[in-house]
């Protein structure tokens, strides 16, 4: 018996004629007869009463068509069930997020659309530094990680550039430049304590702004060094120091703390990176990174992708 058996059969109780299924079939109807005896003889059951107007289900056949009805409807959903899974529509995805990354308005545009886009796919979401996130992707228990820069690039990891944003520095209240309205010079900076996020969790934005400061022609003072870039903005606007942070953190509305433009040569900057297997071949992720590579193309041209 085949599934074709049962949907033969179930045009024929349906039509509750031979030549009428034959022809919403689209096959002659003596070999659908055939079909027919062929599945009664296998059953040891007549399923069919055949009379001059057609056919009536026996009560073996009405018994066989109930069964076959809910057998059919199976496979028809395992059938959708399984194009949604191979088109991405349907499943479960793992995606990290650092602090900062999170905070951007452009990743939760991308989670957004991606949800509405999507809505039958689980999301486990996850929040860590650059270096768990790589190792999660690397390991297979994190399908995606947002994060700024790169702590490593690990073979088979691709990093897709999405954007880059500006780094304000954040001063106290008070502070004797807070007022200004126009950009600071890193140099104005060079007598101030800096308190930066620590350097194994985010070495890029924190050896950058070392760097621009050697640039600038003075060597930072390290107040501390912080897990997350919640925590320096908090520690600026208890009065510990200064710090440096990507522009989307001014979203943090602390009444305590100013963000000012900062001048510097070449610009400091801070990259929105997603983190992810070269040859993942989840259709999912591919549909997360397509959305993620199209709002990024559409906000500032297109992305680029570098794996090492």
Same mark, same amino acid.
């Given at each position: 018996?085949?599934? /074709?058996?049962?949907?033969?059969?179930? @045009?024929?109780?349906?039509?509750?004629?031979?030549?009428?299924?034959?022809?919403?079939?689209?096959?002659?109807?003596?070999?659908?007869?055939?079909?027919? /005896?062929?599945?009664?003889?296998?059953?040891?059951?007549?399923?069919?009463?055949?009379?001059?107007?057609?056919? @009536? $289900?026996? =009560?073996?056949?009405?018994?066989? %068509?109930?069964?076959? !009805?809910?057998?059919?409807?199976?496979?028809?959903?395992?059938?959708?069930? !399984?194009?949604?899974?191979?088109?991405?529509?349907?499943? /479960? $995805?793992?995606?990290?997020?650092?602090?900062?990354?999170? $905070?951007?308005?452009?990743?939760?545009?991308?989670?957004?659309?991606?949800?509405? !886009?999507?809505?039958?796919?689980?999301?486990?979401?996850?929040?860590?530094?650059?270096?768990?996130?790589?190792?999660?992707?690397?390991?297979?228990?994190?399908?995606?990680?947002?994060?700024?820069?790169?702590?490593?690039?690990?073979?088979?990891?691709?990093?897709?550039?999405?954007?880059?944003?500006?780094?304000?520095?954040? $001063?106290?209240?008070?502070?004797?430049?807070?007022?200004?309205?126009? &950009?600071?010079?890193?140099?104005?900076?060079?007598?101030? /304590?800096?308190?930066?996020?620590?350097?194994?969790?985010? =070495?890029?934005?924190?050896?950058?702004?070392?760097?621009?400061?050697? &640039? +600038?022609?003075?060597?930072?003072?390290?107040?501390?060094?912080?897990?997350?870039?919640? !925590?320096? @903005?908090?520690?600026?606007?208890?009065?510990?120091?200064?710090?440096?942070?990507?522009?989307?953190?001014?979203?943090?509305?602390?009444?305590?703390?100013?963000?000012?433009?900062?001048?510097?040569? =070449?610009?400091?900057?801070?990259?929105?990176?997603?983190?992810? %297997?070269?040859?993942?071949?989840?259709?999912?992720?591919?549909?997360?990174?397509?959305?993620?590579?199209?709002?990024?193309?559409?906000?500032?041209?297109?992305?680029?992708?570098? +794996?090492?």
């Amino acid at each position: 018996m085949e599934l /074709r058996h049962l949907r033969y059969f179930r @045009v024929v109780a349906e039509e509750r004629h031979i030549t009428r299924a034959a022809a919403r079939l689209g096959m002659q109807q003596p070999p659908l007869s055939a079909q027919i /005896r062929q599945l009664e003889t296998e059953l040891g059951a007549s399923l069919f009463i055949r009379t001059a107007r057609g056919v @009536v $289900l026996t =009560p073996a056949g009405q018994a066989f %068509l109930d069964d076959a !009805t809910a057998i059919l409807a199976s496979v028809d959903r395992a059938a959708a069930r !399984t194009a949604q899974i191979a088109r991405g529509q349907l499943g /479960r $995805l793992s995606i990290g997020f650092t602090t900062s990354a999170i $905070l951007h308005p452009f990743v939760r545009r991308i989670m957004r659309v991606f949800r509405e !886009t999507y809505p039958a796919v689980e999301l486990d979401l996850d929040e860590g530094n650059a270096a768990r996130l790589t190792r999660s992707v690397v390991s297979g228990a994190m399908a995606a990680g947002f994060l700024r820069i790169p702590v490593d690039r690990p073979p088979g990891v691709a990093f897709v550039e999405l954007l880059h944003e500006e780094l304000l520095v954040v $001063l106290p209240v008070g502070h004797r430049l807070s007022g200004r309205s126009d &950009a600071l010079d890193l140099g104005e900076l060079a007598q101030e /304590r800096f308190i930066l996020v620590r350097q194994h969790g985010a =070495p890029g934005i924190y050896e950058n702004v070392v760097a621009a400061c050697r &640039a +600038a022609g003075f060597e930072p003072s390290i107040a501390a060094e912080v897990p997350h870039m919640l !925590t320096n @903005v908090n520690l600026v606007a208890a009065g510990a120091g200064i710090s440096v942070v990507p522009a989307s953190m001014s979203q943090i509305g602390l009444q305590d703390v100013r963000y000012c433009r900062l001048r510097a040569a =070449p610009p400091l900057t801070a990259p929105l990176t997603m983190a992810a %297997l070269s040859d993942n071949g989840d259709p999912i992720l591919a549909n997360l990174l397509a959305i993620a590579r199209d709002l990024a193309a559409a906000e500032v041209g297109p992305a680029t992708a570098y +794996a090492r």
